[in-house]
């Protein structure tokens, strides 16, 4: 297992604050590694000194080998990079601006099939500065894609898209994925980071709290989950359900029946309700997800204000 | 060349769709000459030496040209990609610095070639002026103050902090080169304190350039050496300071 991108011990402070304070991460070969936080934990901050617009304040960034800086002539042919604020030169249409970035690089693949597979192919006669948000995102994904690169860092790719498009660019995220490349992306949707990566990064006031696999990262900080069952009647007595292993707060209000207990503990309550003689007419459960990691480790919501 | 022949296209198409920008750098100094020249004909004057004011100074009203290339245009629509985050996005491509120079300068020398020679045809075919004694001459001088202007848009690009500040501080600097051009003013009557001050113009150096090639009167090598050392100095001080990244 190589690493395309590592960082050691990264700080990067600003004049009064630090962005990032001791970031050390590595990124594997041909997974889709997240980057998650809240806006201002310093995501786009650690993007800019891996993709060498930036230099750490101390410690040590690597891709795929080089220096980001030193090494940008080179790694610019290898590596693709979506911009959260990007431009083009102004009142040009799309298909002008691909032509243009596709003189830029050695070997670029054809620009109409690549704006097809992003869903923007009826927008190439368009000026770029008159395309709605979403659609002027995806000419920014299309030209960071557009030479094919091995690895390629997208920096909150799925702001302003609507869901259906945003369930189309995970899919092209993966298919760029599948063709081999490494993905490195910041979202500060959770859903996103659970549906797309391999391996998320949890960072918070420029730390990185914890980092994993999405499941595992809930089997340690999260493993509570929710389950709602609605009996058919009204128990008369007291249930005994809080010996089940895994079963935390018993909580019953006339029919309704609510625990918080790790995942597996539904087909035990259930037998045991059984064993009652307690029928059981619906259960649903919330399984616990990235949020619940994220407000397990810094005990505020992501999306909460005043993170700063 | 690849790269450069598709920048230079893409900076074409860029600053053709602007048309108050375009009508600015080919219209505006034939435009003049029209204007003026309707105004205040090209009769024999004892304020000109004796001669019409368009005989007597038509390179100075190419010499706007050059002033609105330098202080106004590069640096604007350099300044304009560089904050709106242009440059940067083409600073994470292989694309050379030196590649985006040359594609940037190619443009902005066309368009103000065209305009120069769009002035000075104006005053030639509707004001009768005589034409010069030496036409290559001319042009190739033409040529290299348009060489020593971008190089001085280039390093104010690098010195004006924003956009704003290009159009502020650039819009000062057209207005005192136009004055000093000798376009508006008859120099010959300028108090000589006043003449001396505009001697320091270095619009007033292109037209002591070229007005001697125009009438075929003596070249002197003190206007060719005073622009040679403000592209020496403006080439250095613009690669000192051009960046890729906004203003922060």
Redo the contacts between chains.
Sequence with gaps: MTAVVVCEDVRRSFDTTVALDGVSLAVRRGEIFGIVGPNGAGKTTLLNCL?G?DSPTSGRVEVLGLDPVRH??EL??R?G?Q?Q????????TVG??L????????QPQPWRPLLSTLGIEGKAKDRVDRLSGGERQRV?VA?ALLHRPELAFLDELTTALDPQSRRDMWGTVEQVRDQGATVVLTTHYMEEAERLCDRVAIIDHGRIVALDTVPALVAQYAPVGTARFVLSAVPTDDLSLADIPGVGHVQLEGRDLVIRGSAGVVPAVLSRLADDNITVTDVSTTSPGLEDVFLALTGRGIHSEGTH | M??Y???V???W??QR??PVGLFFAFAFAPALVLILGLIFGNEPRPEFGGRGMLDSGLPGFASLVLAMTGVLQVPVSLL??RD???L?????????RSTFVAATLTVNFLVGMVGMVAALLVGVVVFQVALPSTVLGVLLACAFGLVVFLALGFALAGLYPSVGAATGIGNVLMILLMLTSGAWTPIAVLPEGVRRVFAYSPVRWFVELVQPLWDGGATSARPLLLLAGLLVVSALVGRLLFRW?PTR
């Design positions: 993709e617009l940008r002539a610019a042919t590596v990079v911009l604020s990007a431009a083009l030169p102004p009142r040009l002008e601006s032509e243009l970035y596709s003189a830029l690089y050695p920014f030209l | 690849k790269a022949r598709a920048l296209t893409a900076l198409r860029s769709r602007e304009t990609l709106t985050g242009a940067r996005r083409l600073e994470l491509t292989p694309l050379r990244e």
